[in-house]
């Protein structure tokens, strides 16, 4: 009998958390609880091994990831040019609550500029192209919420960018 | 190969098989189960139909049962009128033509061997081949089958009547949640493609569908408001069937406009009535070209004349007049797959 009621309490439990690692997440925090309730119906929620592929670089990007659970190595192949070879390049490792992916939600058939492979016992949830037009399309205050919080991250990533390319160019002489 | 390396290969496996298994096991039901593949058709097209009225009711901020509740009865009232209304002149009409077939054919079949004879006496000199007999019989055969089975396709359609709703309000309801839970299935591996693909396929096909069936209620009402308005008989039974073949792009509208034509012509040429009937179809077809694929054009997936025809072709010939109208929407969809795999497969890797 209680090997049952574990089980019950461990689902809802599971789901709660769910819940709660979406709400957390910098995307989703202005979310009510009802909407927060349709977004979990919404997401996917995928198990990865140690070393397996994510999703590699090139291929079509369909949307972002939240870890709530291992972490995830990001690397980037490039092309040595005096060689002419292929040389892959650890960018960074990402941990519990973090996410990744999030251009491809705005991106039309972008690619991926990186690899995501799984350095541990992972569990994404998954928030995809289609989810977002979905719940776009059936609570759009929850999607113009969304995609204002999306635009934020965009735009935080582009100071990044400009202030490094900046960095850079000083670094090596070049005026701006 | 490591341990973990292992694990991940058998659990590939293992999602591919059940992932596979449920795909191969929903389509072998569809096809054996009598009238489930035409229910589920009809309950696809419905759910398109219907879809964007149950998320604008979602978006105002009703739960999505009573969104799906709602315009689920509304329709159901509405059919029920237009049966109420519709269905003892559509019996009437049918019952009528069954009646007047061999008169019809009979007729027909003169016009026929006199073209026939008239061709063969102009292509014989070069072409020393024998039409003769050839396309009568065939016109015929068709044109007494597709009568003769229509009672069969109502006495069915009792059970179609009950599964299509059905169907319909489940595919509303929780049609999402299957789907989603069918790609959960999917290795990781392949889970974006699988993803990519259902978005890319579900976003174009929705609107293919819902652009036709819109297409082919509008040239209904027009053509039955047409047939009415020159007096010509059977105008609802020739309407249904003329909106049915205008799923069938470039044959369609020049198939659905022939029995209106056999018919007036079998009742001895009269010029008054076949130039009313040529103005009623043209007419049509010109809003149809003009105002309606326009409008609807850019939700309709572009095929190939030579593509449409050799899909018609083999449809006709694996399911008859049933697999010339669904030919069509098998088609764009594989387009659409084959087009994604493409993309996805062979586009540059940075």
Redesign the interface.
């Known amino acids: 009998m209680n090997y049952i009621w574990d089980n019950i309490f461990r689902d809802s439990h599971k789901e709660k958390s769910i819940r709660q690692k979406i709400k957390a997440n910098f995307l989703f925090q202005d979310l009510s609880h009802t909407e927060l309730r349709l977004l979990e119906k919404i997401v996917n929620v995928r198990n990865y091994r140690p070393g397996e592929n994510i999703f590699r670089q090139g291929d079509v990007g369909v949307g972002m990831y939240i870890i709530t659970k291992g972490t995830v190595n990001i690397y980037v192949e490039e092309i040595v040019p005096e060689t002419g070879e292929p040389k892959t390049a650890h960018v960074t490792q990402l941990k519990e609550a973090d996410f990744f992916g999030d251009l491809a939600l705005v991106e039309e058939n972008g690619r991926r500029n990186a690899s995501a492979v799984a350095h541990s016992e992972c569990i994404l949830i998954g928030f995809f192209k289609s989810d977002l037009m979905e719940i776009t399309g059936r609570n759009p205050t929850a999607g113009v919420k969304i995609l204002l919080r999306l635009g934020e991250v965009l735009g935080q990533r582009l100071r990044e960018t400009t202030a490094k390319i900046a960095e850079l160019k000083e670094q090596n002489g070049v005026t701006l | 190969m490591n341990r973990?390396?292992r694990?991940?290969l058998i659990?590939r496996r293992v999602k591919l098989f059940f992932f596979s298994a449920s795909l191969i096991l929903l389509f072998v039901v569809l096809m054996e189960v009598t009238n489930l593949l035409v229910s589920f058709l009809l309950a696809f097209g419905t759910y398109f139909l219907m879809a964007p009225a149950v998320?604008y009711m979602?978006?105002k901020g009703i739960s999505?049962l009573w969104a799906t509740v709602i315009p689920f009865l509304a329709l159901t009232l509405a059919i029920s009128i237009g049966i109420y209304l519709f269905i003892p002149s559509l019996t009437e009409q049918v019952h009528t033509l069954q009646l007047k077939l061999p008169q019809y054919l009979d007729a027909i079949n003169k016009i026929i061997s006199h073209l026939e004879q008239q061709v063969g006496s102009f292509i014989n000199p070069v072409f020393p081949i024998e039409v003769e007999g050839k396309i009568e019989p065939r016109i015929s055969a068709w044109a007494s089958v597709l009568l003769r089975e229509l009672p069969d396709y109502l006495s069915s359609s009792f059970t179609i009547l009950i599964l299509v709703p059905f169907l319909t309000f489940f595919m509303l309801l929780d049609g999402?949640?299957f789907v989603?839970g069918l790609?959960?299935m999917v290795p990781?591996?392949f889970?974006?493609?699988v993803?990519?693909l259902?978005?890319q396929i579900?976003?174009q096909i929705g609107g293919f569908i819902r652009a036709r069936l819109i297409e082919s209620i509008v040239v209904c009402l027009l053509i039955w408001i047409g047939l009415l308005a020159i007096g010509f008989p059977y105008a609802l039974v020739l309407a249904i069937f003329a909106a049915t073949l205008i799923i069938i792009p470039y044959l369609g509208p020049v198939l659905g406009a022939l029995p209106a034509y056999f018919i007036s012509l079998a009742g001895g040429v009269n010029s008054g009535q076949l130039l009313g009937l040529t103005l009623v179809y043209l007419a049509v077809h010109v809003i149809d070209a003009v105002v309606l694929v326009p409008f609807l054009v850019a939700k309709i997936v572009d095929l190939h004349p030579v593509t449409v025809v050799l899909a018609i072709a083999i449809g006709s010939q694996m399911m008859g007049i049933l697999g010339m109208i669904i030919c069509i929407p098998v088609v764009a969809t594989l387009k659409v797959t084959s087009a994604a795999l493409y993309?996805?497969f062979t586009?540059?890797?940075?």
């Open positions: 973990v390396e694990a991940v659990e998320d979602e978006r999505r999402r949640e989603r790609i959960g990781n591996n889970f974006e493609l993803l990519n259902n978005y579900s976003s993309r996805h586009d540059f890797r940075t």
